[in-house]
């Protein structure tokens, strides 16, 4: 049995500091873990802003190289994938989803030509029917309709219907792994909760694996089977979602969840009188 | 088109530029109608002053100024605009792709940039027109001048093209498979038109002004009538000591209107595209 | 005019509402080739905020949420207009009617009403010193010589917990939370009656946010302020509001004590905001709403939220619901406004 993802020793380095005081920072520290390719999941990461979090993201998406220790896809070393070919068959494989539907999108280029040129990319669909149909698909899989995106730009829509035609985007290769990295932050409230839904679909109906990169314990706990908690690049907590998220261990991590304020003003208020100050 | 109607009744800048720009391009127009050959001498009475007979006059090779000057306009700004043009090219390529890749190509190609930037221009052009000599033509000229004319334009170009490397939506036409050509062209291109845009102008400035300079010293094909080419034959036969001043004078205050007017119109297009002075006009 | 003026004798003006708004109807216009645009950011929103108190402002984007607190700072420009209505601040015997007399607002500007906006950026001068910006900000409207208010300021610093020697650093050698810190001590160094945060919290990470916001209580309660804290977070205004109102595509939908709203939201929007926030411990699948928030230049007709509503009836479509007292106390725009159950 083969891994789809796996982390072994994930490190990577940072130079920081000025032309003479040349140092690295950490920002992904000795990482491990590993997804398997029979179960599809939803494996949250969770952390805060300089969490390495989303380093972690660009490594699994072959922007970024890990300093040391190996990541693999389907048990081959991502940072070997060279060449063109090779990188696209990745590419097809594992997909993103970005955090601002607003800036994903070239307010210049219209939706339907992602959607298009994924499709005669990834699906070699080389006629304008095909590329319209893989294109209608993955919309009506999100619940939307190539009818209601075709011609249009960004600044028309929603940032919920962006979110959703950015996730249609990334299925219309069939890919193994979606990784989604804030993809509901800049969703509004009312919207916020179909996008959520939509990756448990997706998990439960087209066995598509996703890794959910949040700041939002409570999303987070929601959706999600597997969580780690990281904390300036460690990985500081890790396990089943319900049980890390209910019964957290680490110092860090009770913080984290004592920090969380619930929807009720009787508890929520108490929390911000009982604050401890932090840098 | 609102634009337009907009700058010429807010911006006087723009509207003086347009009009000295309009004086220069009819001139360009007329010189299409010339009733003589612009490399002809002798076609009319030498050494005339401005008369109605002759608006500008003529000089001491028995040209009509004005037909004249409207052949050297035109040459001088077709020079312009090829060098222009020509660098644009060269300096949009160089710099969306240098910004877009990054890295260690990146500073490789901006080390070559650099280096070319320090080059000084006009010693690099005399030593070519001593070497091409007889061979030397204005195309010639033209595309040795636009290739020393794109480093400071592809620098800009280059600095706006690496903030959009990281931007999410390059990101995303990556994984939907865009071809690099595609996303450098169809998608960071628009971000940097306003750039080329004002670029443009100061470069055909500086490309007619290197025109002008080469044409004066000589060096350059002095039998097509351009600004500094008839600055050079009016030097030639002395025409400040003959009293012929109307032969220095026109063109004179032609290329003056010239550099007014795109001047004018590169001040007021700049100021109408960057962000801080739209913020004013919002009433901010 | 004479609406306006019928609906004011209506409301009881308590001397100790700080803020009184009444039928306030701002409207971005814009007229491109003599085709007249309107987009009704704020649309008849009448509200009182009282001494001592954080009112809360909830909304998603495109509810005008933005545009009502630029309505009330007084700080609209065109192409936006005040087109009907009234704002006015009362700070303790000095009352100021905002778009009446607008030139009497300039001297009250820091001294009775200051700011908290996200960017902690956009107010410290990122190339000069923290102190610097205490000084510009604050040193005319304090009336002190130098040593008096430098150790007026120190005092107020170590006050809020801070340590006055920020005020020697720079704003980049400091962390994002430190920086919001430090704007929320310059925003009350002058002890405003009233202050407007707008979305004070929400780049920061939880942590820090939750100490942000046990901040401005404190020093809320302790100068016994009056603030309007705008944000689209339902927990955050849980945590920090007394009184919450809700808006929906440039109207009030519900307003009301903020716990009573929570425990019982009367419109079928505020149940859903509610209803929909996921809980650690809570398993149970939370829906969404269908559709989207409508285009403020092209709003549905009658009930804003109809279109999206499962409540809605054939009425919804055709009136506009005005704001009733609600059955928990506050105020309600739905006809159908006793029927929702809190999802």
């Given at each position: ?14 130079p ?5 005081s ?12 590993a ?32 300093s ?87 600044h ?29 932050s ?23 694996s ?26 500081i ?43 | 088109?609102?634009?337009l ?30 009733p ?31 037909w ?56 690099i ?48 036409a ?11 062209f ?32 000589g ?32 063109p ?33 | ?169 720079f ?99 505020t ?44 009425r ?9 007292p ?7 725009a ?10």
């Open positions: 049995m083969t891994d789809l993802l796996r982390l072994d020793h994930v490190t990577k380095l940072f920081v500091g000025g032309f003479f040349r140092r690295s920072m950490k920002a992904v520290d000795d990482v491990n873990f997804l398997s390719a029979d179960k599809p999941e939803i494996f949250a990461i969770v952390g805060e802003s300089g969490s390495g979090k989303s380093t972690l993201a660009k490594m699994m998406l072959g922007n970024e190289v890990p040391s220790g190996q990541l693999s896809f389907d048990g081959t070393d991502v940072a070997a994938i060279r060449g063109r070919a090779a990188r696209e068959a990745f590419m097809a494989k594992v997909q993103p989803v970005f955090q601002n539907p607003f800036e994903a999108f070239n307010p210049l280029t219209r939706l339907d030509e992602y959607l298009f040129a994924t499709a005669h990319r990834f699906l070699g669909a080389s006629n304008r029917g095909a590329r319209e149909a893989a294109a209608d698909a993955a919309l009506q899989r999100v619940g939307l309709s190539l009818a209601e995106v075709r011609g249009r730009y960004s028309e829509l929603s940032g919920g219907q962006l979110q959703r035609i950015a996730v249609a985007r990334a299925l219309i290769p069939n890919p193994k792994l979606i990784v989604a990295d804030e993809p509901v800049m969703v509004d409230a009312s919207l916020r909760m179909s996008i959520v839904n939509l990756f448990r679909d997706l998990r439960d109906e087209l066995k598509v996703i890794i959910y990169i949040t700041h939002d314990l409570a999303t987070a706990y929601y959706i999600s089977d597997r969580v780690i908690i990281m904390q300036k690049g460690k990985v907590e890790s396990g089943d979602a319900r049980t890390v998220l209910e019964h957290p261990t680490q110092p860090y991590s009770i913080a984290l969840k004592g920090a969380v304020l619930p929807p009720d003003p009787a508890a929520a208020s108490a929390i911000i009188r009982g604050r401890q100050v932090v840098a | 088109m609102k634009i109607i907009d700058l010429l009744r807010y911006n006087r800048e723009f509207l003086v530029g347009a009009i000295f720009l309009a004086v220069i391009l009819a001139l360009v127009v007329a010189s299409f109608f010339a003589y050959d612009e490399m002809m001498t002798y076609v009319v009475i030498p050494d005339m002053p401005p008369s109605a007979e002759y608006w500008l006059g003529t000089n001491s090779r028995g040209q009509d100024l004005f004249q000057l409207a052949a050297s306009m035109r040459n001088t700004l077709m020079f312009g605009v090829v060098v222009a043009l020509v660098s644009r090219v060269i300096a949009i390529t160089v710099g969306l792709v240098s910004g877009y890749l990054g890295g260690r190509v990146d500073q490789v190609i901006m080390a070559i940039n650099d280096t070319l930037n320090a080059l000084p221009n006009i010693p052009l005399l030593l070519l027109v001593f070497v091409l000599r007889d061979q030397m033509s204005w195309p010639i000229l033209a595309v040795t001048a636009a290739l020393l004319g794109w480093q400071h334009d592809s620098r800009l170009i280059r600095s706006v093209a690496l903030s959009l490397r990281n931007r999410e939506f390059t990101r995303q990556v994984f939907s498979g865009m071809r690099t050509g595609k996303i450098l169809r998608e960071h291109l628009p971000y940097v038109m306003p750039i080329v845009f004002y670029t443009t102008m100061n470069n055909l400035i500086w490309a007619i002004g290197l025109e002008v300079t080469l044409s004066i010293l060096f350059s094909d002095i039998n097509r009538p351009t600004i500094g080419g008839m600055i050079y034959w009016a030097n030639a036969h002395s025409a400040m000591v003959a009293g012929i001043w109307w032969w220095i004078a026109v004179m205050v032609f290329v003056v209107i010239l550099f007014l007017g795109l001047f004018m119109l590169a001040m007021s297009v700049n100021e109408y595209i960057d962000p801080r002075s739209r913020l004013a006009r919002m009433g901010a | 005019m004479h609406e306006v003026l019928s609906k004011a004798k209506k409301t009881a003006v308590a001397p100790k509402n700080v803020l009184t708004v009444e039928g306030l109807k701002a409207y971005y216009i814009n007229e491109h080739f003599g085709v007249r645009r309107e987009v009704r950011a704020v649309d008849d929103i009448s509200l009182t905020v009282q001494r001592n108190e954080v009112y809360g402002i909830a909304g998603e984007s495109s509810s005008g949420k933005s545009s009502l607190i630029k309505t009330l700072a007084g700080a609209i420009r065109p192409p936006m207009r005040v087109i009907e209505g009234s704002v006015k601040f009362d700070f303790g015997g000095q009352s100021i009617d905002v778009y009446g007399e607008p030139e009497q607002l300039k001297p009250a500007r820091w001294r009775h009403l200051s700011y908290i906006m996200q960017g902690s950026m956009n107010v410290l001068n990122p190339v000069r010193r923290v102190k610097h910006s205490f000084h510009d900000f604050a040193y005319r409207h304090m009336g002190l010589g130098g040593a008096a208010f430098w150790s007026k300021v120190r005092q107020h610093l170590e006050r809020l917990g801070l340590d006055p020697d920020v005020l020697e650093a704003p980049h050698q400091l962390s994002g939370g430190m920086r919001q810190r430090i704007t929320i001590a310059l925003a009350t160094v002058c002890e405003p009656e009233f202050i407007i945060a707008d979305e004070p919290t929400t780049a920061l990470d939880v942590l820090v946010q939750q100490d942000v916001l046990g901040l401005i209580k404190d020093v809320q309660a302790r100068m016994q302020a009056s603030i309007i804290f705008v944000t689209h977070d339902m927990s955050v205004h849980a945590a920090i509001t007394d009184r919450l109102a809700i808006m929906y595509a440039g109207r009030l939908a519900e307003e009301g004590a903020t716990q009573a709203l929570f425990d019982n939201p009367q419109h079928p929007y149940a859903h905001l509610i209803g929909s926030l996921p809980r650690i411990g809570d398993v149970r699948v939370r829906k969404s709403l269908p559709g989207k928030p409508p285009a403020l230049s092209d709003p549905p007709s009658g009930c804003r939220f109809h279109p999206r509503c499962p409540l809605a009836i054939e919804c479509s055709r009136e506009v619901p005005l704001m009733q609600s059955a928990t106390g506050g105020r309600v739905c006809f159908r406004a006793g029927e929702v159950v809190a999802a």
